[in-house]
């Protein structure tokens, strides 16, 4: 791919998530595209640069799936007439595989992004990410999730 078609490719994406295909905001989104591309030139035209891309856009639309995900799951359970029984607030400690201080802030930031938890605190050892919830079924399954959703495509991005 060059970077004249990837400048136009994200001068599309610019006016899809503006919601503006005016002449001039595509130029805007090709200007922004532009100095993206000029930033990140030495990244993707190294060894590896498009799998890395591609790995990015893979973890952006996890996190998009997951934000929709999440804020339906808050809407449900904060129109119930009975929130107050559904509602199980608890902080779970989730084991951490990722290690730089890049990634657990990715991970974390992640996480605290979609509706309905938060990313409290860091064990000392940073081997523990403390998580709040809003509402806890199981322990485990949430585990699981962060560590085979979020984690695993933070993995692969900085590999």
């Known amino acids: 791919m060059t970077t004249a078609s990837l400048v136009v490719i994200l001068a599309l994406i610019w006016a899809a998530i503006t919601g503006s295909f ?4 595509l130029l805007f989104g090709g200007v922004i595209g532009l100095v993206a591309a000029l930033l990140l030139r030495h990244s ?4 590896g640069g498009w799998r890395k891309l591609r790995r990015a856009l893979s973890l952006t639309l996890l996190f998009l799936y ?10 449900l359970i904060v ?3 009975d929130m107050d029984k559904v509602i ?3 902080i779970v400690a ?3 595989t990722v290690q730089s201080d890049a990634q657990i802030t990715l ?4 996480i605290t992004l979609t509706p309905g938890t ?6 000392p050892d940073r081997s523990l990410l403390y998580v709040h919830t809003l509402s806890l079924g199981d322990r485990d399954a949430m585990i699981a999730e962060i560590k085979n959703g979020f984690e695993k495509k933070v993995l692969e991005v900085f590999q």
């Open 22 to 25: 005016s002449g001039l905001n």
């Open 44 to 47: 993707l035209t190294g060894r």
């Open 66 to 75: 997951e934000l929709l995900a999440s804020a339906i799951r808050v809407a």
């Open 79 to 81: 129109l119930r007439p």
């Open 88 to 90: 199980e607030p608890a």
């Open 94 to 96: 989730v084991p951490l």
């Open 107 to 110: 991970l974390a930031n992640l």
């Open 118 to 123: 938060l990313s409290v605190d860091l064990s």
